[in-house]
């Protein structure tokens, strides 16, 4: 450190006096202003527009699963319902795979595979109900179509199964 | 006293309260203009980046934990501020190519004792761009090398040859400012 540098030194308050040009406080209000509003701007409009963007890109790109899960069934309209839907699902199931495992025993005759894959069209019936209850949730006459679908689908399957067992046992009646 | 007032305008700040930010302003601004000034050497430059700086430490205040002084935080946005605006004049701070003339040819005298601040910022501002930033951060902001080589973005050998460099022009320049006012005042 010279002696020239310690002048400067001891001279630095002198050195910070300088005032900026006349208005400058007006300036700097409306530099405050402008950023308060971009702030606003930042907070209340662009965060809640990317959201929906963003959540508008979900549906656009995955919106096969999205419809698929959000699809109303008759399960979804009470606990009830629920309660009946689980039944007639689960006996229908019960009846179609005791109807395949016997069709398949016995050498998978055509009738009756005809049969089941028509059951298996039946389900056409089924979306198709789905889709006016999520039209209208608490259609009573979809829901009562739909608890018929499932009546209907259990009879039928039943039925044949009734007749593959009567087939089954005549089958083994003339082999002994 | 003094310091217990400034706590409680920096907390009124971080609420966003708009008087205590003008307080604060008002506080500081002639310094920070002074800061931003000496680098920039451009009054509406100086002005703009003085003022962007205040806004910008409104808006990271929390950032603001005590360690150091609030003038030399305020302060460490200032200069950072007027440095990104001064890099749009597109400076090399560390360019040496041209310094080979500049030796020193103050042999006169040493005798600084008249000097006055009003000639110091004149003598500082005839400086090139980078001698000027470089001697306004060392000598008049008082940050060390290391700090202004992080600054700027250059070694430290580059920041304390540049500096010696400015200092010895800025004497030379001193030495054109007395004369001119001792001819003007005895001529």
Redesign the interface.
């Known amino acids: 450190m010279d002696?020239?540098?310690k002048?400067?030194?001891e001279?630095?308050n002198?050195?910070?006096?300088?005032?900026?040009?006349q208005g400058?406080?007006d300036?700097?209000?409306m530099?405050?202003e402008r950023?308060k509003q971009k702030f606003l701007f930042k907070r209340i409009y662009i965060w809640p527009a990317i959201a929906a963007i963003i959540v508008f890109g979900l549906f656009l790109f995955i919106p096969t699963p999205e419809n698929e899960q959000k699809q109303t069934t008759l399960g979804q309209v009470s606990e009830q319902y629920a309660q009946v839907e689980f039944y007639y699902t689960k006996a229908i199931q019960h009846e179609t795979e005791k109807i395949k495992a016997l069709n398949e025993q016995m050498g998978s005759d055509n009738a009756i595979q005809l049969l089941v894959s028509e059951l298996e069209e039946y389900d056409q019936v089924y979306e198709q109900l789905c889709t006016d209850l999520n039209a209208a949730p608490n259609d009573q006459r979809v829901i009562n179509a739909l608890i018929a679908y499932y009546q209907t689908k259990l009879e039928i399957s039943q039925k044949i199964l009734e007749n593959i067992q009567l087939k089954s046992n005549s089958n083994e009646n003339t082999e002994i | 006293m003094e310091d217990q007032l400034l706590e409680h305008i920096i907390e009124k700040c971080k609420q966003g309260n708009r008087q205590a930010q003008t307080e604060l302003y008002w506080r500081y601004c002639k310094g920070m203009y002074s800061v931003s000034l000496r680098i920039l050497n451009n009054t509406a430059e100086a002005e703009d980046a003085m003022q962007e700086a205040f806004i910008a430490a409104f808006g990271q205040l929390n950032t603001f934990r005590g360690e150091v002084s609030f003038g030399s935080w305020l302060k460490r946005i200032v200069v950072n501020r007027s440095i990104d605006q001064l890099r749009k004049r597109k400076i090399k701070y560390d360019d040496l190519s041209k310094l080979a003339n500049s030796q020193p040819k103050n042999e006169e005298t040493n005798n600084y004792d008249t000097l006055k601040p009003e000639m110091v910022k004149k003598a500082i501002a005839k400086l090139k761009d980078n001698y000027r930033v470089i001697l306004t951060l060392f000598l008049i902001e008082g940050y060390d090398h290391d700090e202004i080589a992080q600054i700027l973005k250059i070694s430290n050998g580059s920041s304390r040859i540049i500096y010696y460099r400015a200092k010895e022009q800025l004497k030379n320049e001193l030495i054109v400012i007395k004369k001119k006012m001792e001819a003007s005042i005895y001529g």
């Open positions: 002696s020239f540098e002048q400067i030194i001279m630095r002198g050195l910070q006096t300088d005032e900026p040009d400058h406080f300036r700097f209000e530099k405050l950023n």
